[in-house]
């Protein structure tokens, strides 16, 4: 058993990432440097219909990595992480429209805007 560096939770060893806050350590970077950093999660995709991911950064260096769900992962930790883009976009709300236009887009969002 290992203790999370991030929540404090004891957890198997053998799980690449802690189950109830989904964090991991940062080992070393990919140039074989130590960082220590703690790998947060910032959101979680399926890759061509795969088996659903945790994408996390390390919060010292920026490194992205994706880590696979596993069944004893805290679900509610899981749908927080997959649900925070929705509530807090990487972009403003109220540059959807130019954002849309910008990227090529078809359709008006002048109806959502109030």
Request: charged share 25%.
């Amino acid at each position: 058993m290992i203790e999370c560096e991030n929540c404090g939770t004891m957890y198997d060893e053998s799980l690449d990432h802690c189950p109830e806050c989904l964090s991991s350590v940062h080992e070393t970077n990919d140039d074989g440097e130590e960082c220590g950093g703690i790998y947060e999660p910032i959101s979680v995709w399926i890759k061509d219909k795969g088996r659903p991911e945790i994408i996390c950064r390390c919060q010292f260096c920026g490194a992205l990595k994706t880590e696979l769900i596993d069944h004893d992962d805290n679900p509610v930790t899981i749908m927080s992480v997959a649900t925070k883009p929705l509530a807090n976009p990487p972009f403003p709300i109220e540059r959807l429209q130019e954002l849309t236009d910008l990227m090529g887009g078809q359709g008006d969002m002048s109806g959502y805007y109030r």
